[in-house]
C-alpha cells in the first residue's frame, strides 16, 4: 500500500509547540512506517520532521514565516501532492476542504479526516464532494448531519512521549488557546474560588482577551507560562493536580484533555461538544456545566484514580488505535 498524508502548512509537523492538525498528521505518518506499511509519504513543510518520505514545496510554515501569504503557499502545496496523486494508493488529507477540490480530476481515493468546521459555511464544499470523497470524523459530536461519514476515529497519541505521573504537584493546569472559546478566563475563576495556583499554557489568539480577561490576574496566584514545547507539555500535564477545560464551543476533540488523561492528570472539563467521549464523568475527571460546580469538582479529584486515567486514554486514545483505525478506513475503500 502507498500513502500520502498531506498535511497542513501553517506549522512545522510535528509543530514545535502549536499545530494540532499538523501533529496530528505525523501521528498518522509515523504511525503508518511503525505499522510496516510499504511507502508512506509525508506532504508538509521543508523544516519537518518524520521517518516517511518527505515531500516540500514550501520551506516554513506561514504561521512561523509572516512574510510568507498563506493561500499561495498552500495552492503551492496542495497542486503538489496532486500532480504526484497517481503514484499513490490512497492520500489522507489532514487539511480542510480545498484538497477536495481536486478529487474529481484524480483517480487515487481521498480520504479527509475532518478536524472541525471553522464555520458552518465550508460545509457546502463537503456537500459537494460527498458522494466521491470518504469522510472521517474525529468524534461522534462532531458530525454534520448534511454529510456522510465512513468512520468516526479517535485522536491517537504517542503514548511514550507522556509519562504516567502518580503524585501530581498542587496546582490546576489551563493548557490550549489563549481564547474565549477555550474558556481561560473560567479557569482563572476557577482557580480563585478554589485558592489554588493555576498554571497557564498556550499561545495567545486573542490578544484583546489576553489583555482584558487574564492579564489583570497574573501574579502571585495566577501564572502564564506562554507556548509550551513537547517535553514541557509532558511535564506541566503531569505534575498537575487537574487540568480545567472550561470551553464555550462544541470541541471537535481536545486534544489536552486525551494528554493529560494519559498523564494520569483528571479533568475538569465544560460538558460541550466530544468531551462527554473523552471523559468518563466521575472515573477520569468531572463534566460540569458551572465555575461553581467546577469548583466543586477540584475538591473531589482525589477520588479519581490516576492510574485509571492512564490506562482509559491509552485504550481509547493511542496512536497505534488510530493507525490500526485507518488502516481499516483504507482497506475498506480499497476493497
Given amino acids: 500500500m502507498k500513502i500520502a498524508v498531506l498535511s497542513p502548512i501553517a506549522w512545522r509537523t510535528p ?15 509515523e504511525g503508518l512506517v511503525q505499522a510496516g506499511v510499504e511507502v508512506v509519504t509525508l506532504f508538509a513543510t521543508a523544516d519537518s520532521i518524520t521517518s516517511a518520505k518527505l515531500e516540500a514545496v514550501i520551506g516554513t510554515g506561514y504561521e512561523e514565516d509572516r512574510t510568507q501569504d498563506a493561500k499561495v503557499v498552500e ?6 501532492l496532486m ?10 488529507n489532514h487539511f480542510d476542504f480545498l ?13 479527509t479526516t475532518i478536524h472541525g468546521f471553522s464555520s458552518s459555511r465550508i460545509i457546502p464544499v463537503y456537500k459537494k464532494y460527498n458522494a466521491s470523497s470518504h469522510y472521517v470524523s474525529i468524534s461522534h459530536s462532531d458530525r454534520s448531519p448534511e454529510l456522510n461519514y465512513l468512520a468516526t476515529v479517535y485522536n491517537g497519541i504517542r503514548v511514550g512521549n507522556f509519562a504516567f505521573t502518580e503524585q501530581p504537584d498542587e496546582y490546576l493546569l489551563f493548557f ?16 480563585r474560588q478554589s485558592n489554588r495556583k493555576l498554571l497557564i499554557a498556550g499561545i495567545v489568539q486573542d490578544q484583546a482577551y489576553f489583555d482584558e480577561q487574564v492579564k489583570p490576574f497574573i501574579g502571585d496566584q495566577i501564572f502564564f507560562l506562554g507556548p509550551a514545547e513537547p517535553k514541557r507539555r509532558s511535564e506541566l500535564l503531569g505534575k498537575a493536580y487537574a487540568l480545567l477545560h472550561p470551553i464555550s464551543f462544541e470541541e471537535p476533540f481536545g486534544l489536552s484533555v486525551a494528554e493529560a488523561m494519559l498523564c494520569g492528570t483528571p479533568v475538569i472539563a465544560f460538558n460541550r ?10 472515573k477520569t475527571g468531572f463534566l460540569v456545566s458551572t465555575v461553581d460546580e467546577a469548583v466543586e469538582a477540584v475538591q473531589q479529584i482525589n477520588q479519581v484514580d490516576r492510574a485509571y486515567c492512564r490506562e482509559w486514554a491509552t ?11 485507518y488502516l481499516n478506513v483504507y482497506q475498506r475503500i480499497l476493497r
Fill in 15 to 29: 509543530p514545535r509547540h502549536y499545530g494540532p492538525w499538523e501533529q496530528m498528521a505525523s501521528n498518522v505518518a
Fill in 75 to 80: 495552492c503551492l502545496h496542495i497542486s503538489h
Fill in 83 to 92: 500532480e504526484k496523486a497517481h503514484q499513490f494508493d490512497i492520500i489522507h
Fill in 99 to 111: 484538497p477536495l477540490t481536486y478529487s474529481h480530476l484524480i483517480t487515487t481515493p481521498l480520504v
Fill in 176 to 191: 490550549g488557546r489563549i481564547h474565549p472559546h477555550k474558556g481561560t478566563a473560567e479557569a482563572i475563576r476557577i482557580a
Fill in 273 to 282: 461538544g466530544a468531551m462527554p467521549e473523552l471523559i468518563q464523568h466521575e
Fill in 315 to 325: 485504550l481509547q486514545f493511542s496512536q497505534e488505535k488510530m493507525v490500526a483505525d
